[in-house]
């Protein structure tokens, strides 16, 4: 059984950081691309950003560039999602998900994603 944990959400003024980070168990992602996803109450779940199996690809979605960096260690089957200058309106619950079929192409469509994490809480305060 494949799961992923996020872990690294919190409280934070605007203009801070936080660093989530997905731990992926029951297959190895190194060949699988990985994505971020948040939710904003009351709001539809939204891309934040993609990173193909390799690493040297990497796609977000425009509010967040220069903002956010997704990475991955495929050795410890980790994604991670470092953010800063974080923003009131980047709150929100943080989900990653992968792709289940190896070598595929990076993607912002989550319907495209087959396994998802329970998600993780940022809240940016003013």
């Known amino acids: 059984q494949v799961q992923l944990v996020e872990s690294g959400g919190g409280l934070v003024q605007a203009g801070g950081s936080l660093r989530l980070s997905c731990v992926v168990s029951g297959r190895t992602i190194t060949s699988i691309p990985m994505g971020w996803f948040r939710q904003a109450p009351g709001k539809e779940r939204e891309f934040v950003a993609t990173?193909?199996?390799?690493?040297?690809?990497?796609y977000y979605t425009n509010s967040v560039k220069g903002r956010f960096t997704i990475s991955r260690d495929n050795a410890e089957n980790t994604v991670s999602l470092q953010m800063h200058s974080l923003k009131p309106e980047d709150t929100g619950v943080y989900s990653c998900?992968?792709?289940?079929?190896?070598?595929?192409?990076?993607?912002?469509?989550?319907?495209?994603?087959?396994?998802w994490g329970q998600g993780t809480q940022v809240t940016v305060s003013s």
């Open positions: 990173i193909d199996w390799s690493g040297n690809y990497r």
């Open positions: 998900a992968a792709r289940r079929t190896s070598y595929s192409g990076t993607t912002s469509a989550a319907g495209s994603y087959d396994y």
